[in-house]
């Protein structure tokens, strides 16, 4: 996968992603943060998207791709992920 900064992405356990660039070291060329229950960290992935520690693979990039659609029991449009 090639992470584009302008697409949006989340973690594979779904937590919300903020990409700031695509342009760093060799080794961890992504940097973001990922939301926490106590805030956002900082957090940088290989090129790929994977996270680099193999513990943590459920912090890899997946990107989100929505489709829109109207919520039967709301007042408003919702989003649903559709990966």
């Known amino acids: 996968m090639v992470v584009d900064i302008h697409n949006r992405y989340e973690t594979k356990d779904g937590r919300r992603v903020r ?8 080794d961890h060329p992504i940097h973001g943060a990922v939301e926490e229950i106590e805030g956002w960290r900082p957090v940088s992935w290989e090129s790929d998207g994977s996270y680099f520690w193999e513990q943590l693979k459920e912090y890899d990039l997946v990107e989100i791709t929505e489709t829109y659609r109207l919520a039967p029991d709301s007042a408003g449009p919702c989003w649903k992920s559709t990966i």
Do not use: K, L, V
Not at 19 to 26: H, P, R, V
């Open 19 to 26: 990409i700031y660039a695509t342009d760093g070291s060799e």
